[in-house]
Each structure stands twice: as C-alpha cells, then as structure tokens.
C-alpha cells in the first residue's frame, strides 16, 4: 500500500520518451493533469516530450490539448500546458539527445541547482535498449554531474524483455547505468486500488487469514477478460502474444497478492521480499497437460498481422504454488482479448462443507467465494449461503458486495496517478524488483519452450465468446467450472 504522498519541495524534470504515443496521451498526460489539479507536481516543474515526430512545444501541447480537454476548465490546461516541452530525436541518433541535454541545462540555469530527472520509457521494448544506451554513452543518465543515484531515476514499462534471456540482459544494462534504487519497473496493475486492498484485507481482518490456507480454500481463478481486440496494436502484439503481454506481469502479479505471506512491515523491500518469494513458489507446468492458448477467429485480419501468425490472444492455465499454505490448491489463470464481457478479477473459491443439519434440504454446488474486482467495477464480493424467503427452509447464495464507485467519502485515482507519485517520492513498493522478474520471466519462459518444442495447437475462438473450448476442458476435467 502506497505511504501518502509529498508535494515535491524542489523542482524536477519528466523526460517522456514515446510523448506521441498511445501511454503517453491515453495514461501518462490525462494523469499527470489530473495531479496538477490537485497540486500534487510542486510549483516548479517540466515535462519534456521525446519522439519521432517533427514537432516544437506547441505542437505538443496542442495534442495534448486536445486528447485531454474534455470538462475541464480552459484556465487550469493552459497553466497545465505551459509546463509541457517537445524534443524531436530519433531514439538511435545522438543528435536528439545532445540537445535534450542543451534543452535540461537551461532547467537548471534557471532554478539555479541541479534538478531531478526523471526517464519515463513509454516507448515499444525495442527502443529500450537504444535509449539506455544513449542516455549513458551522453551522460544524461547523471543528472548535471552531482552524482547519478542523488539526481537520476529511470521509469519503464513492461514487458521487460521477450523471455528470461532478453529480460536479463535488459536488467543488466539497466544495472550498468542505475543503482536499483533508481530503477521503477513499471506494472500499473499493481497501482490498482483493489489490489492493494487485498493486503490490508487479507492481514487486517481476523475472520479471513485463519481460512487463508489449502484446508479451506479449493482453488483460486483469476480472469483477465478484455472485450477489445489488438486495434492498433498490431505491430507490437504480432510475435510477442498475451502470454508475455498480459500473464507475465499483470496475471502473476495479482497471483501473488493472493499467496505472500504477511511482511514483517510495510516497509517497501518487506513488501518486495514476499512478492519475490510468492512468485518464486510457482511451479512450472507442463505446456501440453496445464496449458491452452488461443487465437480469436478475426484476428489475422488485423491492422500489422502475418498472414501465418501463431501469436496467441488467449490462455489458460492451470498452476500450483509450492508453499506450505497452498499445497495442493490449484490456481486457474485465463486472460483472452475479444472476449464477451469485459472483467479482470481474482476469486478465491472455498470448500463447500455444507452441514449436516442442511443435507436433506439440499445445499448449493459452490459455497462461499471471495472475488476481488479489479475491472471495471472495483470491488470485493462475497458470495454466502442464506435462506431462502418463504415458508420452506431452502438455501440459496447471495453476493454481499462492496464496490469503490458507490463509496462516496473518496474517489479512486487513476493507477497511473499512483505509479508516477510514487517515482517522485522514490518510493518503490509498487514495482517489480530484479528477482521478481527473474523469477516470473522462468515460469513464463519455460511455457514458450514447450510450445516451441511440441505440436501443442493454436485454438481458433470466436469473437466476443470465452474462449476456446478446451480451456473449459481444461478447468472441467478436474470437477470444476469457470466462474
């Protein structure tokens, strides 16, 4: 959970690379106006878009201008704009970033110190390696020259890396030119407001951590149900699949709010040392037994895709955590695009042990199941077992629920809001650390190898269904069914 945050009392610098692009003006602008508004960048501070495009500062902030304008007052995106500055460059030319560097220096000049840099990469994986390696060979990367740790800070997105070898390599040229400290491996899910609620609620009420172990629990399903497909994403997706785009990062992670065990603190290396080894349980599965992908039927006729594409846009799988607590639970994993329903969730299904007294008046298949509700309705339900109304005794199940938009003493900020708060605080609780991705990167890894090295199918699903048939097999087979 993110400590509450200081107004920065000195001035910094937002160096945006990708500034043209969909994360740049769908997430990272709308977000960072929303926390001007609410005075949370400070009095003193820039934002430098770097791109491609040919453009000056007001083309930029007219882009933003009109991405964002919307309800909000005129007055407050003009002040908002004039913060906003544009450097052209090409990410694997030395010319853009020399005058970036001409362009940072008169930040300085002006304030009359060294200001904090901050290196968001928003760009596609495959420039991250051209702008590290520029950012160290024009000694960006060392703020003014007072010392890179004090005055330097790298944001970046995932995925990181296409499988272990690329993320480790991608990890030791972030290692040669950061310290870790510096380092915020970019995962927003882990900013969602119900995910780190799970912490606070599975630790802070006593009526759940008792059950929180393989003699109550059955299994644990997690969703990622998208109704969208690629759009214009076709260029990055094609080769890279929701294996690595949605199940490396988002998926284990909410895997692991699920099995850590408590941290000794709130500390953010407590937080990160129960993570690490939460998903360093994970068992690797076997890809021909435990595993089904897919492909939705339209999907070759997207913008940017192969004719012949194997780039799967949908999987299943059934895993197992080596822990004490969750010997034997199995957790059931699905994330798909085109999908019927838009919903990303986790439920936690427990025992049926339905009473004797209740037997012969008939009890309910499933019993008691807590879901935590990341998309789109934020939320936690509970499902329990109640009478009926009437005459007869009968049960039933009714879902007691709680959801953040009808909580009306507070509104939820954007994930986004958080993350960036966050990089400015230096606090890294919220982001993945060096083993953490090791670790998911060998799980991951391991799946792509065995469908590499076997006949393992592509499964053709329909659009706006749920998906290939066989992942119903693959949940069934065992006795259960997809929530």
Not at 122 to 133: E, K
Not at 223 to 250: C, M, P, S, Y
């Amino acid at each position: 959970m993110t400590q509450a945050f200081q107004i920065p009392s000195t001035a910094f610098v937002l160096i945006l690379f990708g500034a043209t692009g969909d994360l740049a003006q769908k997430k990272l602008f709308p977000a960072l106006f929303s926390m001007f508004k609410k005075g949370q960048l400070g009095k003193d501070f820039y934002i430098v878009g770097f791109s491609r495009r040919d453009l000056k500062d007001e083309g930029l902030r007219d882009i933003i201008h009109e991405k964002i304008m919307g309800g909000n007052k005129p007055q407050d995106l003009q002040n908002f704009l004039e913060h906003i500055y544009y450097q052209q460059g090409m990410f694997g030319e030395k010319e853009g970033y020399e005058q970036l560097i001409e362009r940072l220096n008169t930040f300085d000049k002006k304030m009359g110190a060294c200001i904090t840099r901050i290196f968001y990469l928003a760009t596609p994986p495959d420039n991250y390696l051209l702008i590290l390696r520029h950012l160290l060979e024009t000694k960006l990367s060392e703020g003014c020259g007072q010392g890179s740790s004090k005055w330097t800070r790298i944001a970046i997105e995932k995925p990181f890396g296409k499988d272990l070898e690329t993320a480790k390599m991608l990890d030791e040229k972030l290692s040669e030119i950061f310290e870790e400290r510096q380092i915020f491996r970019v995962d927003h899910y882990l900013a969602k407001e119900t995910v780190q609620n799970m912490i606070a609620f599975r630790f802070a009420n006593s009526i759940f951590e008792p059950v929180w172990h393989n003699e109550y629990i059955d299994h644990v399903q997690v969703t990622w149900a998208e109704k969208e497909g690629i759009g214009k994403r076709g260029k990055f997706f094609d080769g890279v699949g929701i294996l690595r785009d949605v199940a490396q990062n988002h998926l284990l992670q909410l895997l692991t709010t699920v099995t850590m065990e408590q941290p000794r603190s709130f500390e953010k290396e407590a937080i990160r040392d129960v993570r690490a080894k939460a998903i360093d349980a994970i068992e690797c599965v076997d890809p021909a037994i435990n595993a089904v992908r897919g492909q939705y039927a339209s999907y070759k006729a997207e913008k940017d895709i192969a004719e012949n594409s194997q780039t799967e846009t949908y999987i299943a799988m059934k895993l197992f955590v080596n822990t004490k607590r969750f010997q034997g639970v199995p957790f059931y994993i699905r994330a798909g695009k085109k999908m019927a329903k838009e919903k990303m969730e986790i439920s936690i299904v427990f025992k049926q042990t339905c009473h004797l007294l209740f037997k012969e008046y008939g009890c309910p298949e499933v019993g008691n199941i807590l879901t935590f509700r990341i998309q789109p309705d934020e939320g936690i339900h509970l499902r329990v077992i109640a009478k009926e109304p009437g005459s007869k005794l009968s049960l039933e199940t009714i879902d007691m629920k709680f959801s953040y938009n009808e909580h009306a003493e507070h509104t939820i900020s954007d994930a986004y809001e958080k993350i960036l708060l966050d990089i400015m605080s230096g606090d890294q609780m919220l982001f993945n650390r060096s083993d953490e991705l090791a670790s998911s990167w060998e799980l991951i890894t391991h799946i792509l190898e065995g469908w590499e090295n076997s006949t393992i199918p592509l499964y053709t699903y329909k659009d706006a269904s749920d998906g290939p048939n066989e992942a119903n097999a693959l949940i069934e087979k065992d006795g259960r069914h997809w929530i």
